[in-house]
């Protein structure tokens, strides 16, 4: 993902916990907001809690490429968005986190929901 598009300064992940909206899944949280720089921004925040070193950047590495994949659906959006991975995410493989993250972009309507889809 390029620079431009990653969310890294500390102030910017409190404004969107703090002035944002969240939805939650199995393993993941989304948080969202608005931003000025029109364009999407998004960071991830794994604690310690879910695993090791190891564990953690290849967390971030799969979310990385699931958020690469969806760009050009999110580019047209000014939003910043932060992910949180709870515990179990260390256990998940690259399609269940991009199942739970496409259905966090859905609920949080940054995504249009597919046609053959009709959860609500």
């Keep these: 993902m390029q620079s431009q598009h ?9 404004r969107v916990f703090r002035k944002g909206k969240s939805f939650a899944s199995g393993r993941l949280v989304l948080y969202y907001c608005d931003n000025r720089v029109a364009r999407v921004r998004v960071g991830f925040s794994i604690s310690r809690k879910v695993g090791k070193a190891v564990v953690r950047n290849r967390l971030k590495r799969l979310l990385r490429a699931i958020f690469q994949r969806r760009l050009d659906e999110l580019c047209d959006r000014p939003v910043d968005i932060v992910v949180v991975c709870r515990a179990n995410a260390a256990d998940a493989d690259f399609h ?3 199942r739970e993250v496409e259905r966090l972009l859905i609920k949080a309507k940054l995504l249009p929901q597919q046609a053959g889809d009709e959860r609500p």
């Design 6 to 14: 990653r969310l890294r300064d500390s102030r910017d992940f409190r």
């Design 96 to 98: 269940d986190l991009e």
